[in-house]
């Protein structure tokens, strides 16, 4: 028996948290009855193209995302009904959701599940664009899915959902003295240096320039401290600026895009996350698996703070209360928190098998 496929559409699949929570659930999936493929928004090849591959798993193109081109709509329409065989599409683009979810039950797709994984938008004209797509995404999916109370709430205006939480396996997570030393001399990081790290794109949301900011006053108390930032973006070249211009790039290191963030965390100190607005952000449950003490914008949803570990502040406090904050980590010591992370529902085995199960349920009912 051939396993059902079910059809993810992103924009593309890098190692983003969106990204990296679908593919902690398809790793998860029993691949003999569930396989994912992917509807992506970009012609290059991506971060986790090869493993989806790998897995057996489709990786379809389309242009980008333009809800009222008519050649864009055209293309969608074209692939919905050139694929007869998907019978559930799970879409994870954002507020224009409703313009896949649209083209999907057009060509008589009868499971439409919309996904949301953020609270909040850049307030711009982009914005009030979104706004308008938003608004029907409840009247055309037949499933609500969300990261978060927070995200769920925003993005469905008090429509019925379920909340899936970004779950891991705890433990590629687990503290140990001798992976921090080893990914330290990697990293060329002295032994008894005051890390603080960080991990994402380099993107407005992230706010990494009030995090250089809080640095450059930490480094002032803490002249051997290393800030460690882990991802890549648009911003990136910028930021880079920014810390020449501090005086700071024998301090801060860019790793780029890595695939060893389990072992990057076990290097950190401490973990700090200034957030402009997030959903459930998968980076901060990864944070409290390692173990590691976390200071996060209280932009960030508090539902992430599913252990003692995590401490919130405003960005309105300034960069000097927050330097000041994660310096009373320097003496931490760090514990094994898998169990905690577990009990508070973020196992990605128990997930996923939830999520395996509500796919088989949805196809039996439409087959």
């Known amino acids: ?37 992917f509807l992506v928004h970009r012609d290059f090849r991506a971060d986790y193209d090869d493993e989806i591959e790998s897995l057996g798993g489709y990786i379809y193109r389309l242009p980008q995302l333009i809800p009222w081109s008519s050649s864009y709509n055209n293309a969608l329409n074209r692939f919905f009904a050139s694929h007869p065989e998907y019978r559930i599409v799970h879409i994870h683009q954002d507020c224009l959701s409703s313009v896949i979810l649209k083209a999907a039950k057009k060509q008589g797709i009868p499971v439409r599940i919309a996904h949301s994984h953020s609270s909040s938008q850049d307030k711009n004209l982009k914005y009030l664009i979104k706004l308008f797509y938003k608004r029907q995404i409840p009247a055309l999916a037949t499933q609500l899915f969300a990261c978060g109370k927070e995200a769920g709430d925003w993005m469905f205006g008090g429509a019925p959902y379920h909340i899936i939480n970004n779950a891991i396996d705890t433990r590629k997570y687990t503290y140990r003295p001798e992976r921090s030393r080893s990914m330290r001399q990697q990293l060329g990081i002295n032994s008894d240096a005051f890390v ?26 803490n002249r051997d401290a290393v800030l ?3 991802g890549e973006g648009d911003l990136r070249s910028e930021m880079e600026k920014k810390v020449t211009s501090l005086g700071m790039q024998d301090n801060v290191i860019f790793t780029g895009i890595r695939s060893d963030v389990p072992d990057l965390m076990q290097a950190m100190d401490c973990f700090v996350f200034p957030s402009l607005y997030e959903g459930i952000p998968v980076t901060m449950i990864e944070a409290q698996a390692s173990g590691l003490p976390c200071v996060i914008s209280d932009a960030v949803p508090a539902e992430c703070q599913i252990t003692s570990l995590v401490e919130r502040l405003s960005l309105k406090d300034g960069a000097t209360a927050w330097a000041e904050e994660i310096l009373k980590h320097r003496c931490d010591t760090r ?29 039996k009912k439409e087959a």
Do not use: C
């Open 335 to 363: 514990r094994d928190t898998g169990k905690a992370i577990a009990d508070a529902g973020y196992d990605i085995v128990s997930n996923a098998w939830w999520l395996h199960n509500f796919y088989l349920e949805q196809w």
């Open 228 to 230: 460690l930032l882990v």
């Open 196 to 221: 603080v790290g960080h991990v994402g794109r380099f993107n407005t949301v992230k706010n990494h320039t009030f995090l250089l900011d809080v640095f450059a006053e930490l480094k002032k108390k």
């Open 1 to 37: 028996m051939e396993p059902i496929r079910i059809l993810h559409v992103v924009t593309y699949m890098g190692r983003g948290g969106l990204e990296t929570m679908v593919m902690n659930y398809y790793r998860h999936m029993d691949r003999n009855q569930i396989q994912f493929d």
